[in-house]
């Protein structure tokens, strides 16, 4: 099973960029997919961002045209670049592994550490 590493958090302004990197253990190349997922203080996880094997990506309503989700396969690590990042993009954000089943993903129950972003106003 691939482990995943997530890092590349920190302290930003409002307005700031931080990109986020979540290296893989093994190939990536044959999983279905990755998501990115944040939690924000007092909130439950909600998934930001996934990017297909084919190279499919979707974005939460709430950081299109912000945020970017990137792969590459030969380091076997996908990123997340955030921009104009807002205080309520604050949250401890994770990388998980997704299986496609009847046109849903699934995330894998085994999380990360995930890697803190705060965002200060």
């Known amino acids: 099973q691939v482990q995943l590493v997530e890092s590349g958090g920190g302290l930003v302004q409002t307005g700031g960029s931080l990109r986020l990197s979540c290296a893989a253990s093994?190939?990536?190349?044959?999983?279905?997919?990755v998501g990115w997922y944040r939690q924000g203080p007092g909130k439950q996880r909600e998934l930001v961002a996934t990017?297909?094997?084919?190279?499919?990506?979707t974005y939460a309503d709430s950081v299109k045209g912000r945020f970017a989700i990137s792969r590459d396969n030969a380091k076997n690590t996908v990123y997340l670049q955030m921009n104009s990042l807002k205080p309520e993009d604050t949250g401890v954000y994770y990388c998980?592994?997704?299986?496609?089943?009847?046109?849903?993903?699934?995330?894998?129950?085994?999380w990360g550490q995930g890697t803190q972003v705060t965002v200060s106003s």
């Open positions: 998980n592994t997704l299986r496609l089943r009847a046109g849903t993903y699934y995330s894998s129950p085994s």
């Open positions: 093994g190939s990536i190349f044959s999983i279905d997919a």
């Open positions: 990017i297909s094997s084919r190279g499919t990506i």
